[in-house]
T-cell receptor, first 116, second 116 residues
Framework: AQSVTQLDSHVSVSEGTPVLLRCNYS??????LFWYVQHPNKGLQLLLK??????LVKGINGFEAEFKKSETSFHLTKPSAHMSDAAEYFC??????????????FGAGTRLAVHP | EAGVTQFPSHSVIEKGQTVTLRCDPI?????LYWYRRVMGKEIKFLLH????????ESGMPNNRFLAERTGGTYSTLKVQPAELEDSGVYFC??????????????FGQGTRLTVV
């Protein structure tokens, strides 16, 4: 069975400093992994998707994530936080062997606060 | 192009009443998904439509929940009778690709349901 664990429920950074949101996964096969973001009163937006191509995945708004099979991790990073990055972030695994968007499994979410 | 739209954005009802949530997917998207986030828990899959057919309803919690997608356009999710534990945020998503492989799923902003 697949599962995903987000290691921090809240992360607080200063504007201009790096962001690291941690995610570990469990999967019986090579998974497809996603990061979604939800800004207040908005829908969930896809940041990036890993599907067994390059292990370093670049997403929108300067975010990227690195798939590390040996560590079963898929941490989300950004070199320099912006105030507009304040939101809730979800690490997600697809249980579909083909990596589709059906029946996604979400982590508990990490709330990112960015301070001036 | 309009995104996925959900109505209402908020609903407060009394235990035992009936509530109907509506989701308008992006035009032309055959795949429609319902998810929900109960307070303090992860976002969980409820069901998946392909056009008007239920492809997978394994996440529906019990028979108080009824989802329909007549004509393969908008979908409704009815809760009857509502219980306190049904409180949470209900998300709808849609995607054009039947397999879900090649395109992302676009999420609505969610309906916040509070049962008192």
């Amino acid at each position: 069975a697949q599962s995903v664990t987000q290691l921090d429920s809240h992360v607080s950074v200063s504007e201009g400093t790096p962001v690291l949101l941690r995610c570990n996964y469990s999967s019986s096969y090579s998974p497809s992994l996603f990061w979604y973001v939800q800004h207040p009163n908005k829908g969930l937006q896809l940041l990036l998707k890993y599907t067994s191509a390059a292990t370093l995945v670049k997403g929108i708004n300067g975010f990227e994530a690195e798939f590390k099979k040996s560590e079963t991790s898929f941490h989300l990073t950004k070199p320099s936080a912006h105030m507009s990055d304040a939101a809730e972030y979800f690490c997600v695994v697809s249980p579909s062997f083909s990596g589709g968007y059906n029946k996604l499994i979400f982590g508990a979410g990490t709330r990112l606060a960015v301070h001036p | 192009e309009a995104g996925v739209t959900q109505f209402p954005s908020h609903s407060v009802i009394e235990k035992g009443q009936t509530v109907t949530l509506r989701c308008d997917p992006i035009s032309g998207h055959d795949n429609l998904y319902w998810y929900r986030r109960v307070m303090g828990k992860e976002i969980k899959f409820l069901l998946h439509f392909v056009k008007e057919s239920k492809q997978d309803e394994s996440g529906m919690p019990n028979n108080r929940f009824l989802a329909e997608r007549t004509g393969g356009t908008y979908s409704t999710l009815k809760v009857q009778p509502a219980e306190l534990e049904d409180s949470g945020v209900y998300f709808c998503a849609s995607s054009p690709d039947r397999t879900g492989l090649y395109t992302e799923a676009f999420f609505g902003q969610g309906t916040r349901l509070t049962v008192v």
